[in-house]
């Protein structure tokens, strides 16, 4: 009978232990699931971040190559650049002379003028130029002024001409009529090579170099022809004909400079 009751209160103390171990369970499995939804969180959370920065990345990297990406334009507007320049000047004057009472002929009072020029310049690479100019004058007809071709940055500050040209003597022997301060050339000038200056065909080298002495220092030499007939008259000097000149320039203020050559 002992045994009976036994039996029965360990029963009854069986059935009093099984709620308080399912209400322990269940309250772990809770906690597991909190714990496995705040991870889920945390993961959506990160996964979230990551795709902002990816998102942000993408777009330096668009602004970064759409900056070095190559810029097509049409050239159609830009065929004007490869245009030749083309001008036209005049040289002209007005005369007043007194009546004639002497018998001596005089030029009469009135307006003329003494050339026209046409110019023509283009670029025929982005290290090459062309130059034309051609002269109408009333008595003589049409001559040619000037026609060559320089080529620059053949070495550092040196330049080649090719062609017939105005020569690199003095100041003004460069120069066209029109553009001089007075009516004609110096008397200095026109007395040792002629009413039109050193006008002639060869090569000209022009070298542009720093010195310490001068802000800027020019060395010219050009081979001619010789074809001027008031300074070469005979055969024995008609090739070559050798100019050379060295130039220095003194900048002072926007105004003044001085240049000795």
């Known amino acids: 009978m002992y045994r009976t009751i036994l039996i029965i209160l360990a029963l009854l103390l069986q059935l ?6 399912q209400d ?18 945390r993961q959506e959370e990160n996964e979230l971040q ?29 065929l004007q650049a490869i245009n030749p320049e083309i001008s036209f000047t005049g040289d002209g004057y007005a005369l007043a002379a007194p009546q004639n009472r002497c018998g001596r002929q005089q030029p009469h009072s009135g307006f003329a003028f003494r050339v026209l020029g046409l110019h023509v ?3 025929l690479d982005p290290f090459s130029l062309a130059k034309v100019a051609l002269e109408f004058r009333p008595d003589e007809g049409v001559e040619l002024g000037e026609v060559y071709v320089t080529w620059a940055d053949l070495a550092p500050g040196l330049s080649l001409t090719a062609g017939k040209f105005r020569q690199q003597f003095g100041i003004v022997n460069r120069w066209h009529v029109h553009s001089l301060d007075q009516y004609a050339f110096p008397l200095a000038l026109t007395t040792l090579l002629g009413e039109e200056g050193l006008n002639q065909s060869g090569l000209s080298l022009d070298w542009l ?21 008031h300074l070469f008259a ?17 900048d002072f203020n926007e105004n003044t400079y001085l240049e000795i050559g």
């Open 234 to 250: 005979g055969e024995d000097f008609s090739f070559p004909a050798l100019l050379f000149r060295l130039g220095n320039y003194y």
């Open 16 to 21: 009093q232990a099984r709620p308080a171990g």
């Open 50 to 78: 990551k795709l902002r920065q990816e998102a942000g990345q993408a777009a330096e990297q668009g602004d970064e190559g759409s900056s070095n990406s190559k810029v097509f334009k049409s050239g159609q507007r830009s």
């Open 121 to 123: 310049q283009s670029s």
């Open 209 to 229: 170099v720093s010195a310490p002495w001068a802000d800027a220092t020019n060395v010219t030499l050009q081979i001619t022809n010789g074809s001027s007939p």
């Open 24 to 41: 322990s369970l269940s309250l772990r499995l809770k906690q597991l699931e909190q714990e496995v939804a705040l991870l889920k969180a």
